[in-house]
């Protein structure tokens, strides 16, 4: 796959940790999915900026069972919605 980039280049960012706040106990639903303040701007203000944004995610507590597919698309719709209501778009969320 060929990634389209923006003007000014790719991004890739964490998601837990760095966009939301991280568990110890896993982020398992979208009640649980809370942005660190300022990240959801941050994120909004570099697409408009020019930047294509991807968010990368290594759930192991997809793989652990903690979670469904379901449950990740949830917070991946939730965290999409945040940055479009900021002015600003994610790309790609992988």
Do not use: C, W
Request: glycine fraction near 10%.
């Amino acid at each position: 796959m060929v990634a389209r980039t923006g003007p000014r280049g790719l991004l890739i960012l964490d998601r837990d940790g760095v966009i939301n706040l991280d568990s110890s106990e896993f982020v398992k639903n979208i009640d649980e999915f809370r942005q660190i303040p300022g990240s959801i701007e941050a994120i909004a203000a570099l697409h408009r900026a020019g930047y294509t944004v991807t968010i990368a995610s290594n759930q192991s507590g997809l793989a652990r069972g903690l979670f469904d597919r379901r449950a990740l698309r949830a917070m991946h719709r939730k965290l999409r919605r945040l940055v479009a209501a900021a002015g600003g778009r994610i790309d790609r969320l992988v």
